[in-house]
């Protein structure tokens, strides 16, 4: 939304306009202490007076940040020290502003179509809106700030430590939070206020910060974000629904990143890459315990794996090695086929005409779980008193093989090939004509891409315990290419926010499940239109999408000047 | 390839390290290179001229395996040229582009660590579990890159992204890319186009220092001034055919040669103004250059 105002009457109005704003931060916090909903069904009971839902103790944040964000700056910049001229006062009050109405319309609209009706908001949420827009109103007549500069400040490394401790068990909590709404007016309301915080902490400049903290204490970063997504499990209660979901992301997002190769780093567009995914899958079908299994030889899952991630990049190389040497255009519509062909072919494999290999149409049912170094992964155990359950160990499996493939993603990026990649990106004939086996790099970013999603369907075999062929659709393909693209191609933080927002999407909302496809159309529009290189951008990618930026490519040049060495050999990868 | 220059300079004119025989282009009906010979030897500097539209940049293309000429052979020391680009450059030839080919979203360094490709060996498996011999190799090209920039005077620019470099300073980066490839023969696609005089006599001192280190340069130019101070020999090239051939003096003092260019429209005498169209307007460029 833009709303030109000139300066002038910014500066004229500052200080009504900055009175009006805290008088509508004040209405919407005051609002919470009222009903905002006649009936208690809708959202999460809304109905009492003095007496705030958790949805509207998360919502009165937004209003208490843009209060804060409005009032004290009137105790005077200087006085508050260095890092008040850091931040982007009246910017980021707008955003925080903006964000509460958000929240206040889709919790409105919620409450309006769970009961039936405008007539059931009650006074608060009225209050809550009129004080919203008047927020926006007045800020939007506040002069602009200059872009924040909290990143250039020094801050000493425990804070930064500390930050993203902090950060990371709320990411825990959010995530835990988010899973047990499930209703979906609630999870929208709560997502929309996640949305907003987002955006806060990103106008305020705490990205940038965040950025730069997260480059200097990598490890740090890393562990904490391991030790959070393997203490997921226990913040469910054994309930299996929800460990259910976050397997299902699991796999969905490691598929996602071998995907990310292939399209991120090297930027071929593959269309069919779930055929990868369901070549490792129906191998370890074939191969499993399962009665319905058509092959007589039964190896240890470790084999499996490793033969799934074969026939997978097997499969990759055969489709690769002629399509590669030409255009991109082209492997796009070769892979979409070959996605369709796959399917096509699981589905004959039925024995009527030839052998019987997948049984055609029903699949492959009954495959046992899976059983790794004598433990079975279908036996629930308690740990520190909380039930863990089948997926719950699944979830764990695949947090593995998704740092695995961190790892192989994040070492090779950062190597010789990698920077391979990158010039075939860049021309793929100047690469060329420098020495570069464009070819043979495309190959193996094709085929270690698939290899990669063979061992993930491995698991994915055990885990739904049977394989058909139409799990392996067009559409998968597509949402895998649209989570590697909305997260923000190339980059693995990105990916994996893309991931689980497609996956967890869908699950919450199947309230809307006619309308699901039209949402996401609508929010990869969104996207491509706003932001097209994704949630979290990779640097070099978002300098390609925005050739003409000067501006952005000077700050790229610092930023990787400043914290990212990329070729210092010390710096990037990680260890084994 | 050692840093230090040796003193003076010695063209062996009794090893041939290129040579190009009968070697001819066709697009269509449009013969572009027609019929050309052209012997280069080692740590010689060779210079190609000829008006707009000659066949220079097609000849350099056929030349490094972009193009495969459609009749003639090029040998380089002694053995048949590879017919791929990136075999070449294992051969021992490396070029630049008359319309700058960076990888822009690259660094300085980045660039020249691309080039060092084939001259290193680290695969997958090294990359993936970061082996002693990916560690060894990523060591040393960092520091053999930041020498080759140094040495084409970009020591300062290393971690810029080449788009954000200045364009004299570009040509100079191809250059360094060039190099890292350690090539025995350097191809150079009008080096100084759109440099300023001052820098037209930096990119001389660096082909001489190039020249320096054991390599044959093969350079084309419109500068007059700049080819016939630079070049051992030089080979005058009009509508894709060899005009004149031999030391700077016979194709300087050549009527034809002038002739040649005076000829062509719309240009001024070559000697005093290069014929170069100006950086980024430049076209007529072949689709694989362009
Ligand atoms: N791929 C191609 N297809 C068709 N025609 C081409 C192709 N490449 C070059 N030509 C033509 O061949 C001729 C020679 O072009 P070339 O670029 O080699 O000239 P040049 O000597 O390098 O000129 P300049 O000094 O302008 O760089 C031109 O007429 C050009 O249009
Ligand atoms: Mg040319």
Known sequence: MRVVIPDETKVRFRYPARAVGIAGAVAMIVSILLPWSYGSDALDDMTFYGAPSPLQLFFVILPVLALLLLAVPLVGKQRLGRWAKALAWNTSAKTASLAALGVVVVALAAIAIELGGLINVEPGGWVALVGAVLAVAATLFLPDSPEPTLDRLKSPRWLQITVIAVLMAVLLFTAAYALSLDDAGDFLVFAAFAVGIVLVLRQVGAFAWLGLAAANNNRVLVLSAFVVAFAFPFTQNGSDANMSIASQVLIFAATALGLNIVVGLVGLLDLGYIAFLGAGAFTAAVLSESAFATIDFHPPFIVTVLIAGTVASLLGLLIGAPTLRVSGDYLAIVTLAFGEIFRITMNNLDGSDGPNLTNGSSGIPGIPDLNLFGFDFGDPHVILGVDIGRFANYYWLMLVVIAMIIVVFMNLNYSRIGRGWVAIREDELAAEAMGVNTFALKLLAFAGGAFLAGVAGAVKAHHDVSVTPEQYVFLESAFLLAAVVLGGMGTVTGVLIGATILKLLPEKLRFFSDYRLLLFGLLMVFMMRFRPEGIIADERRQLEFHAEDEELATDVEEDLITHHAHFNPERKGFEL | ?290
């Open chain 2, 1 to 290: 390839m050692s840093q230090v220059a040796s003193a003076g300079h010695h063209v062996d004119t009794g090893t041939v390290l290129l040579e190009a025989s009968h070697v001819t282009m066709r697009f269509g009906g449009l013969t572009a290179v027609n019929d050309v010979s052209l012997v280069v030897h080692p740590g010689e500097i060779f210079g190609l001229i000829g008006p707009n539209g000659a066949g220079k940049t097609t000849f350099f293309n056929c030349l490094t395996g972009l193009y495969k000429p459609t009749s003639g052979e090029v040998r380089f020391a002694g053995e048949l040229l590879p017919p791929q680009p990136r075999l070449v450059v294992r051969a021992g030839m490396a070029r630049t582009f008359q319309n700058i080919r960076l990888f822009h979203n690259m660094t300085a360094l980045e660039n020249v660590m691309v080039g060092m490709y084939t001259r290193t060996k680290t695969n997958a498996i090294d990359a993936v579990f970061r082996l002693p011999r990916h560690r060894r190799e990523e060591v040393e090209s960092t520091e053999r890159a930041r020498e080759l920039l140094a040495f084409v005077g970009l020591t300062a620019s290393a971690d810029m992204l080449s788009r954000n470099l200045p364009y004299g300073d570009q040509r100079r980066l191809e250059i360094a890319r060039a190099l890292a490839t350690e090539p025995k023969l350097l191809l150079l696609d009008e080096p100084t186009a759109g440099m300023n005089p001052q820098e037209t006599r930096q990119a001389e001192d660096l082909i001489f220092r190039i020249r320096d280190l054991g390599l044959a340069v093969l350079v084309i130019e419109h500068d007059m001034r700049f080819i016939f101070n630079l070049c051992d020999r030089v080979c005058c090239l009009v509508r894709g055919e060899v005009l004149v051939q031999g030391s700077g003096d016979v194709v300087q003092n050549d009527p034809r040669v002038i002739e040649a260019y005076i000829g062509s429209p719309a240009e001024e005498l070559p000697s005093t103004k290069p014929a170069t169209p100006e950086p980024g307007t430049e076209d007529g460029e072949g689709p694989a250059d362009a």
